[in-house]
């Protein structure tokens, strides 16, 4: 069966220092992979998307990237945090050809 | 300007009463998919709609897509505290079709 974790859980970053959230899926191949930014109790912002290893689909110009280094590996990264980065991260994939998303456990982020 | 609008935002019903939540956007969708999260977890999928005028029911959940297909509501009948949560509509952007976006949420609690 397929899975897929990120981490950290949880950070707390101070301003000015770089991020790195790591996301990883098993038992399936070539998936679209997502990351997403989720305000407190609000709906998902699309951050950026891949449909396979290299190709990267930014949605929201600002200070993050992303990269897909491997078939099932998704990374977020910032070389400076900003204070408005603070949130929700959730890390999710699909089947290509599929709308429907298995996200993993979320990487809440505090950046003071 | 969200391309998926969901209403109400709120919602704080008694358990045993029936609800709607509905789900508006301006653009066709292919299809619409529901999600429910509990905090600090990611979303997991209820169901995917794809057909105009589909309905799908699970247990006390009834889904239904607009003729349309640019809206979808949800219906429980019976509430129970263990439907509380938040609520989200997605569906594959109108200019990309791995581009999958989130409805702005409703967040239902149901008081025993």
């Known amino acids: 069966s397929q899975t897929i974790h990120q981490w950290p859980a949880t950070l707390v970053q101070p301003v000015g220092s770089p991020l790195s959230l790591e996301c990883t899926v098993e038992g399936t191949s070539n998936p679209n992979l997502y990351w997403y930014r989720q305000a407190a109790g609000r709906g998902l912002q699309l951050l950026f998307y891949?449909?396979?290893?290299?190709?990267i689909s930014s949605e929201v110009p600002q200070n993050l990237s992303a990269s897909r280094p491997q078939d099932r590996q998704f990374i977020l990264s910032s070389k400076k945090l900003l204070l408005s980065d603070s949130g929700f991260y959730l890390c999710?994939?699909?089947?290509?050809?599929?709308?429907?998303?298995?996200f993993g456990e979320g990487s809440r982020l505090t950046v003071l | 300007t969200q391309l998926l609008e969901q209403s109400p935002q709120f919602l704080s019903i008694q358990e045993g009463e029936n609800l709607t939540v509905y789900c508006n956007s301006s653009?066709?969708?292919?299809?619409l998919q529901w999600y429910r999260q509990e905090p600090g977890e990611g979303p997991v999928l209820l169901v995917t709609?794809?057909?105009?005028?589909e309905v799908k029911k699970l247990k006390r959940l009834t889904f239904q897509f607009g003729d349309a297909r640019k809206d979808s509501s949800l219906h429980i009948t019976a509430a129970q505290p263990g439907d509380t949560g938040l609520y989200l509509c997605a569906g594959s952007h109108p200019s990309g079709t791995y581009k999958y976006i989130f409805g702005t949420g409703t967040r239902l609690k149901v008081l025993a």
């Open positions: 709609v794809v057909t105009g005028g």
């Open positions: 653009s066709v969708f292919s299809s």
């Open positions: 891949s449909v396979g290893i290299g190709q």
């Open positions: 999710a994939w699909s089947e290509q050809g599929t709308g429907e998303l298995f």
